[in-house]
Every structure is written in structure tokens, then in C-alpha cells.
């Protein structure tokens, strides 16, 4: 007897072996002939295995022909062929053992097709469902490819801290941590006495490892972090997360264009590995999802994206005579109206913008000749806008402390980072990868809360 996947069990290879598989029902059903199909599903696959109940089983009458979705069972039997559609095997059942039923009159998971808002509700079932098993199996292949993306090219993979006193983008988004007794503060004066706190100091969940990371890329070449990432921002998007997942590499002796090379051969990667490796999944996405999202990276994996000044975007979004709800001119935040227009409807693919106004970006990246643009680089991509933020980081130690200064940052509190450019300073690049919206664009899926296990946003942190 084996313990057996779904997955396995399917394989043609299985057939002839005695098994024991385990899994939640999908569905039962009832032949004329005196045996019962069940359809079986342990998160392995996308498809679900068959079980043939066959009415000699001495539980059928008793249990077998009672069973409901939801249900988990413990099955033993021999794997056959099946002459049944879209499946090479079957498992014809010897013991069947109802480890837990799943009252139908309350188990939420009906065969009608429920949204995926109320699916949101019920977060701790939703992984049973067809959409979250393949989301769960994208993301985890995603997030395996990001590893031996880099893992393959010599990267070294740091853990940088959670926990962290300094604000990277400078956005002030942040959400606090501290064990002060939030209904008596400890008072210094008028001010709250920050000594008292934890760490001596107020601290903060990070916005992004880059900081951190901008370190170890500065002593050991190439580095990446990925790890979770916490924003405070007000935003009730489809695209935004008060807690996601960033992936960032960081590259010692990179400029710019090292930078796009990197991220463009990196997203095709992931986008490749997915097609690849979880072929059922993404049939599945294309076909419920968005029709368009196999053929859309099958096109971009094998076509140079496109790169830009921001500059020349402004006056292609100037000259396209279109009616945007945020006026376009020099200057300006581009709004996700701008970025779809530039990759759904001019150039129709992924494109890399750069040399963004300095004004408009955090006080790390270079500062160009020009003195009115930085380094900074975005890869946009149709539907989910922003994928990637990177840039050149500026490392000439003047530069860097006027665009503080620029900013209202202290220097003092940033005087580790600034040792980097007082000592051995280097030219470098990296760039953070938010995982959902790589996920959400490589399974269509329309809202971002849909493409993580437990969503945070503002006002819920249910689960
Ligand atoms: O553009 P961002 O803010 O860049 C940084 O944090 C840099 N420190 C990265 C670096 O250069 N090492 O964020 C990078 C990416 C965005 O392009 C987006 O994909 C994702 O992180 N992201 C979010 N994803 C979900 N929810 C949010 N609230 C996000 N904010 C950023
Ligand atoms: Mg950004």
C-alpha cells in the first residue's frame, strides 16, 4: 500500500498500484448501477481524482451513499484505467473511511459558483475551491522561480529586518510598533517620552528591505531579499495591500540599464516558469478568468519590452487625445489611467519608463546631469500598471545628503547608510517586485485581494 497524491494517482504510471489517497470531496454521484462516483481532490492538482464506490464496500449503504462535498475520506484501492473524459486513471475503491463530514445544510462551499467577495469571507475555505487551489499553486511557483532565479545567477539571499526605525520611501506610511500602554503614554513634558518604548526609539513595520539590502549588495556583490512588506496607505485598490510580499535584488557596479536588463529577464522568467510548470492552473485562469492571459505572456517572453523616458510617455499621453480624469503634463504622479493607456493601448506590452522627475521620487535614487530627473525606473504592464519600482541609487555622499535635506530626512538617523557612500562607495541598482501583482497579472485575476492567502487592507484583518 502507497500513500498517494491526487496528482500521482492520475498518472498513468499509477495504474496497477494498490494505494491509499486522502483528500476533501468535491462531489458524489450515484449510478443506477449500484456504485457511487466520487470526485476527490487533495490540493496536488488541479483535476480531482475519481473514485469508484463500488456497493460491495461494507460502509456503502451506511455511509458511502451519504457522502457530501466538503467531506474528508481516507481511501484504499488499486489505481485503473479510466475510460472517462480528461482522466487517464481511477481508483477503484477496497475501504473507504469518512474521517470528517461536512453538513451540507452549513458548509458554505454549495456547488453554485459563489463570488470572490464572498469567497473573501471565508477565507479558511476558499484553498478548497478550483480559483484559490490554482491561485496557491501559481503563487507558490512564482515564488519558487523568483529563488532559483537568482539562486542559479550567484545571488545571495538575505533576510533583512521586519522591524526597522527608518523609512526607506520616505512616504511616512507606516505602521508603528511599540509596547507602550497606549491609554497612558509615558509623557516628557508635552511629548511622548520615546526612550520608554521597546527599542528605545520609535519603530516601525518596514515599507521595503532596500536599505537594508543596499548594505549587503555593497560587501557581497549581488543580493535579494523577499519578505514581507507593510504599507499604512489609505488605498481601497485593486492593487494595493497594507501586507504583501516583495521580492528585491540589489546589484553592486549595476546602472540603469543593468538594472532593466536584470528585471526584463527576470519577469520572463517567472512568467515562463508558470506557463510551464503549472500548465492545468493557467488553462483554468485563461479559460474562467481572462482569455487573453496565456497568448499575453507567451508574447512577452519571447519580445524586448519597451523602454522609455518618462518625458517622452508624458508626450505620448499628451498627444493621444485622450480624456483622462488626471490631466497629464510634465510633472506629474502618471495615475493608472496613464499607465494603461501606454501599455494597453500604444504599445500593447510591458514597458520600462525612466528618468522620472527628482521630485517625485524618494531621495535614494541618482540624481541625473539634467539635475531634474533620477534614475528611477518602472516596468509597467497592461491591467496591473506599476509590476516593478527600481533605480540607480545615488552614491556621491553630497548628493545624497542635499536630497535629504531636499526631503526633511535627518541625516543622522540615515548615518549608517551614508557610511556606505563615505567608504568604498559604488555605483548600484535593484528593484522591488511586489508578488501579487505578478501573480495577479500572470492569472488575470482582477482584484489583488483574490492572489494572497489572507488579504490585510484597511479595515479588515479577518484571519
Ligand atoms: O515602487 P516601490 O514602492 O519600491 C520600493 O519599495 C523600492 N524600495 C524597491 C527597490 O528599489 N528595492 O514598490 C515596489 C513594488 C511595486 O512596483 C509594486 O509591485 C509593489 O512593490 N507594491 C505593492 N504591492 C501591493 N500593495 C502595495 N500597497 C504595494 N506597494 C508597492
Ligand atoms: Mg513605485
Partial sequence: MEKISVKAARLAEAIGKQVLVRGWIRTRRDSKGGFSFIELNDGSSFASLQIVADGSLSNYESEVKHLTAGSSIAVEGEVKASGGRGQATEVLATKLTLLGGADPETYPLQKKQHSLEKLREWAHLRPRTNTFGAVTRVRNCVSRSIHNFFQEDGFLYIHTPIITASDCEGAGAMFRVTTLDLEKLPRDG???????????????????????????????????????????????????????????????????????????????????????????????????????????????????????????????????????????????????????????????????????????????????????????????????????????????????????????????????YLDLRRFGTVPHAGFGLGLERAVQFITGMANIRDVIPFPRTPGSAEF
Fill in 190 to 416: 508635552s511629548k511622548i517620552n520615546h526612550a520608554l518604548d521597546f527599542f528605545g526609539k520609535p519603530a516601525y513595520l518596514t515599507v521595503s528591505g532596500q536599505l537594508e539590502g543596499e548594505i549587503f549588495a555593497c560587501s557581497l556583490g549581488k543580493v535579494y531579499t523577499f519578505g514581507p512588506t507593510f504599507r499604512a496607505e489609505n488605498s481601497n485598490t485593486s492593487r494595493h495591500l497594507s501586507e504583501f510580499w516583495m521580492v528585491e535584488p540589489e546589484v553592486a557596479f549595476n546602472e540603469l540599464t543593468d538594472n532593466m536588463d536584470l528585471a526584463e529577464q527576470f519577469l520572463k522568467r517567472i512568467f515562463k516558469d508558470a506557463l510551464e510548470q503549472c500548465p492545468e492552473d493557467m488553462a483554468f485562469f485563461n479559460e474562467h478568468y481572462d482569455k487573453t492571459t496565456i497568448e499575453t505572456l507567451q508574447k512577452i517572453v519571447v519580445t524586448d519590452f519597451r523602454r522609455l523616458p518618462y518625458t517622452e510617455a508624458v508626450e505620448i499621453l499628451e498627444k493621444s487625445g485622450e480624456k483622462f480624469e488626471f490631466p497629464v503634463k510634465w510633472g506629474i504622479d502618471l495615475q493608472s489611467e496613464h499607465e494603461r493607456y501606454l501599455t494597453e493601448k500604444h504599445f500593447q506590452g510591458p514597458v520600462i519608463l525612466y528618468d522620472y522627475p527628482r521630485t517625485l521620487k524618494p531621495f535614494y535614487m541618482r540624481v541625473n546631469d539634467d539635475d531634474k530627473t533620477v534614475r528611477a525606473m518602472d516596468v509597467l504592464v497592461p491591467k496591473v500598471g506599476e509590476i516593478i519600482g527600481g533605480s540607480q541609487r545615488e552614491e556621491r555622499l553630497d548628493v545624497l545628503t542635499q536630497r535629504m535635506g531636499e526631503q526633511h530626512l535627518n541625516p543622522d538617523d540615515y548615518w549608517w
